[in-house]
């Protein structure tokens, strides 16, 4: 498989070696909210990208120096920037890839939830633009709240009439990320081995990691799996209270969306072997909405990935069911926003 690594050296501008293979840097990104705590190093990340030939950077505001700064880096892609509602268009123009990290973050004692109000609009304004302007493209949403911000933007896919629900990702990364360095902490394990899928949503109870399927396969005792799935849960929030009003995961939140995008390219560009956690449209439960593992390719989601929900432990059997409620509810809420508008 072809695996573009982010660690790569850029050989001549637009060009990247992959044993002896030259090969055309070839995708445009684009990322909305550029100019923010996640946006800023996301960029970074996506510029060291050997798949990447353009870089649109796009915020309301502070995005011209940005991108002046990140297009000095000798790596294959041109970087450009777009400011306001003016210049949105041409930002997504022919875009592959459109990443939305736009909107405000929490601050403590603040749910995600709380966040609905503004970043509802944000959302629904950034995915109109996408649907006119690149609508085959793959969006990536990152506003929170998740569980609502990914119905809203397929309500406005649909009714844009170009709604793709294999190109539309809730990004789930960080809470996989996560999972992942806490349980090699806890059991002593090296950390690239090891991958725990999260299922569910991205808002308390609604992130589920299944413990029981790790990778490598590793035991728990009771108490090791309840600490760990809170942790894992609350870890957003131990951030947000670490920074204490100025805002919430941005750094390990930029390498969670950057593995993502890596992801997406490695699959837009025929690697057959990538899978990730992704919240996406989905029929594994009686929720349509519903973060699992996935196959990505060329035309986005290939497969859900229904084994992980399998022979789940009693404790993530009874977790999966007290998750449900309060997603179905973050998703009726998102649909409705967009459904009641005039
Ligand atoms: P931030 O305030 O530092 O940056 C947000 C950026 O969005 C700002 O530069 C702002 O100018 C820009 N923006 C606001 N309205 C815009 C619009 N209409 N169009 C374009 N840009 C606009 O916030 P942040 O820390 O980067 O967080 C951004 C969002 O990501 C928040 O909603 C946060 O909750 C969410 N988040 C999600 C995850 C996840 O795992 N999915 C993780 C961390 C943060
Ligand atoms: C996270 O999980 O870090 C993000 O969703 C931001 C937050 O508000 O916790």
Do not use: W
């Not at 970043?119 to 085959?136: F, H, Q, R, S």
Request: contains cysteine.
């Amino acid at each position: 498989a072809l695996r573009g690594s982010i660690a790569l050296k850029a050989q001549k501008p637009n060009q990247r070696s992959y044993y002896g293979l030259q090969l055309q840097a070839s995708y445009k990104v684009a990322i909305l909210g550029a100019a923010g705590g996640i946006g800023q190093p996301l960029a970074l990340l996506v510029k060291m990208s050997p798949l990447v030939s353009a870089l649109n950077l796009y915020d309301i505001a502070n995005v011209k120096g940005v991108a002046a700064d990140l297009s000095h880096c000798n790596t294959p892609s041109q970087v450009l920037d777009f400011t306001g509602p003016d210049e949105l268009g041409n930002c997504l123009k022919g875009v592959n890839v459109v990443v939305i990290p736009a909107g405000v973050p929490r601050k403590p004692g603040m749910t995600r939830d709380d966040l609905f109000n503004i970043n509802a609009n944000i959302v629904k304004t950034l995915v109109e633009a996408a649907a006119d302007n690149c609508p085959d493209a793959f969006i990536h949403i990152i506003s929170n709240p998740v569980n609502s911000t990914v119905p809203i933007a397929a309500e406005v896919l649909k009714q844009k009439g170009v709604y793709d629900p294999k190109k539309l990702f809730g990004v789930t990364t960080l809470d996989v990320v996560r999972a992942n360095t806490f349980v090699a902490q806890k059991k002593n394990l090296k950390l690239i081995d090891v991958d725990v899928p999260v299922i569910g949503g991205h808002a308390g109870i609604t992130i589920l990691p299944l413990l029981s399927k790790t990778k490598p396969s590793v035991s728990f005792t009771d108490e090791e799996v309840e600490e760990l799935t809170a942790r894992i849960q609350n870890a957003g929030t131990e951030v947000v209270e670490a920074k204490a009003g100025a805002g919430s995961a941005t750094l390990s939140m930029a390498y969670a969306a950057a593995r993502f995008v890596e992801s997406s390219l490695r699959a837009l560009d025929g690697d057959g072997d990538v899978y990730e956690c992704s919240y996406v449209q989905s029929d594994l439960t009686d929720l349509p909405f519903f973060a699992s593992r996935i196959k990505l390719g060329r035309k986005g989601i290939e497969a859900l990935i229904p084994s992980d929900l399998q022979g789940l432990s009693e404790y993530e059997e009874k977790a999966l069911e007290a998750l449900k409620p309060e997603l179905k509810a973050s998703i009726e809420k998102g649909i409705a926003f967009v459904q009641k508008q005039p």
